[in-house]
Structure formats: C-alpha cells, structure tokens
C-alpha cells in the first residue's frame, strides 16, 4: 500500500536532525542517550564517515573570558587525541539554548554502557574480565600521561570509563570536562571526592592522581561497592583520605593480588605510589602466556619467604600428579633464591618438563620483583 505505516513515520522522524554543529559536519537528532545533573546526550551523526556520534550539550556556568579561551585551547588539544583505550573527541562549541548560553561537545559514540552500569548489573566480575579491562585503562591513561605536556585526566571514575560494542574494549571519556568542572565550582570540587587523592585538595598534583583514581576504579570492580560509601558526606571523605585511612570495602578485596595493587595505587604519599609503568609491567596485567605466577598469601612485608602459586594454563605442559587446573604452590625467599634455581627445582620434582624451565622463571621474576619494589618503597 502507499500509506506508510508508523515504524516507518517514526524512522523519518527520527531521521530529521534538528540542530547543524557550526562547520556543518554534525547532525543532531532528538534521541535522548542519557542524562546528568548538567549535561543531557543525544545521538548525532559524522557526515564525513556516516558513523554515529554523542552530542553532549553541557550547561554552561559562566565562564570569563580567560576560561572560555582555556577550554578552547584545551578542546584544540583534545581533537588531537587518538587511541584506542580514549574516548575519541571531535568538536566542541558554544551554543544557545532555550536562551541560556550552553557547551557542546561531540565524541565518539558508546555503545555499551560506563563500567558503572556494568557493574550495578553483574555483581562479581570475573577475574580475566577485571584484569583485561584494567590493562586497557591503564594503557588509555599511560598514552594520555606521556603527551607533552602531560595530560592529567583528574576526574577518573567507574562512571566515565566506558564499554563499548561486542568485543568489550574500554575506553576512557569524559577528557575536557574536568577542565570545565574545575573552572567553574568552587576549587574545592576538583573531581569525585571518593576517588581523589588526598593531595588534588591542595591543588599541587601531577599525574599520580590518576594513579590513586585508578586503584579506586579497581577496588570498585573488586568489590562492586563504592569506595567510602560508608560515609555521609564528602567533608568524612576528606578527613578519611588526608588521614590515610583506606575505604572500607579495602577489607573486602579476597584475592590478595589485587589488594596489593589497589594498596600500591591509593597510598596517601604520592612519592609511595607505583606508577603506570610500574603496573603495566606487574605480572597481574601481563598479556597471557599461559602461565601465571601469583601470591598465594597476603605479603606482610616482613618475612623474606614468600608464598607463591603458579597456574599453567596448558595441561601438556604439566607432568605427573598436577592434572589440569590445580596450582602448585612453593616457596620463595627473596634474600637466598633466584628464579631459575626454584624453577630447576620444580623441573626436578617432576611438575613440568625442563624445555618450559625458562619461561616459569620469568613468570616468578616478574611476579617477586614488584614486591621487591614495593618492599623498598615502603618506610620501614
């Protein structure tokens, strides 16, 4: 029949833009994604590679002339930005809205969702899951830490970092608008008061902020629980974190791998803090190989014998009693024993064969020198 049914009205309508950006390049349509207390998202479309696109509307305080030309500069920068764990940004401009003056913003489109609507939904996250998503974060904030000059994101949260699409790569958003943010509140709310670090209150920081935010990005993935939300108010949170007493779910994190990073990242002397160098060449967010070493106890940091699990993900490479998906444990003193003679030792003992003695020494090299290097850090 001629007459269009209502899908189809519907299609049309929804394929009517209703707003240009200024260089003609992007199209807004009436289809709301989401909303904040300031900013609302609408679906938009890239006419140069036809590829949908967010476009965020953000209220805007007033901003002076000096702060107006900053997130220019700072925009400029941004659309420079390209990598695959970063929210990619497009364009930015003023606007006018139902007669209030208002920012646009237009980035890439996330299809799946924050880390925070991840986590509300699937209350355990799998260990593979945390450890690969982590390793992407931490890859986004590395790439963003060693542009010059350095990019501080300052406001990293569950809430900004988002999933997208079926494969599940994460990407970090929200870039820029911790420049906004801060220009216009008061100093004093910089970023997320559960995620920040105890030194972003005296306004002298560098990039160990987002070293802090990221270990309380992974204590909410460990834990699903929102850091400190044993408190009622963001002046508790400020005592707690300037006394360096750790959120509560800290105690809650069972698998001591993960405690001893989140506790690397979230120490109140930004000089004690691993850097994202120092965690990216952590065993715990090594590619795979197959084999893992990892701590069998939590390390007390005063007895030079460690606890120690090796997992290998290849039956073939086993040999005798340990059958598929049983760990061997052992022992490591960090003062008398070297890497190769405890994997000889295992070599011996008849746990694998000898051809994979060299790669299990690797894996216990990676795994003991982090927490040599945690050990020197800490104050005696």
Request: glycine share 4%.
């Amino acid at each position: 029949s001629m007459e269009k049914n209502e899908k189809e009205m519907e299609e049309e309508a929804e394929m009517k833009a209703v707003a240009t950006s200024p260089s003609g390049r992007f199209l807004k349509f009436d289809i709301e994604l989401g909303r904040g207390a300031f900013k609302t998202v609408y679906k938009g479309l890239d006419t140069e590679t036809w590829v949908e696109v967010a476009w965020c509307e953000l209220q805007d305080r007033k901003l002076t002339k000096a702060e107006q030309q900053r997130f220019k500069e700072e925009a400029e920068m941004l659309k420079g930005l390209q990598h695959p764990n970063i929210v990619r940004f497009y364009d930015s401009w003023e606007s006018i809205l139902k007669g209030k003056k208002c920012i646009v913003l237009v980035t890439e489109l996330m299809t799946s969702g924050t880390l925070k609507t991840y986590l509300k939904r699937f209350k355990v996250m799998k260990p593979k899951v945390l450890r690969s998503w982590c390793r992407q974060i931490l890859k986004g904030l590395q790439f963003l830490h060693t542009r010059t000059p350095p990019i501080i994101h300052r406001d990293l949260k569950c809430d900004n970092i988002f999933i997208t699409g079926p494969t599940g790569s994460v990407k970090i958003g929200d870039l820029g608008l911790a420049t906004l943010m801060r220009t216009s509140f008061a100093k004093s709310v910089i970023g997320t008061p559960e995620f920040m670090a105890p030194e972003m209150y005296e306004e002298h920081y560098d990039e160990s902020v987002d070293v802090y935010a990221f270990g309380m990005c992974m204590l909410e993935m460990a834990t699903s629980e929102y850091p400190y939300s044993e408190c009622q108010n963001a002046a508790q949170i400020y005592r707690k974190v300037t006394s360096g007493i750790k959120p509560a779910s800290f105690n809650k994190v069972t698998d001591p791998e993960v405690k001893e990073i989140i506790e690397g990242c979230i120490r109140q002397n930004k000089s004690e803090r691993l850097s994202i160098r120092d965690l990216l060449n952590h065993a715990f967010f090594a590619e795979d190989t197959g084999l893992r070493v990892e701590l069998a106890e939590e390390d007390d940091c005063s007895n030079s014998s460690l606890a120690l699990r090796l997992w290998v993900e290849d039956p073939k490479k086993l040999k005798g009693k340990h059958k598929d998906n049983e760990a061997i444990e052992f022992s490591f003193n960090l003062e008398t024993d070297t890497p190769e003679e405890v994997a000889y030792e295992m070599v011996k003992s008849g746990f694998f064969h000898e051809s994979d003695s060299k790669a299990v020494a690797k894996s216990i090299r990676d795994r003991v020198t982090p927490i040599k290097k945690t050990r020197e850090k800490k104050p005696a």
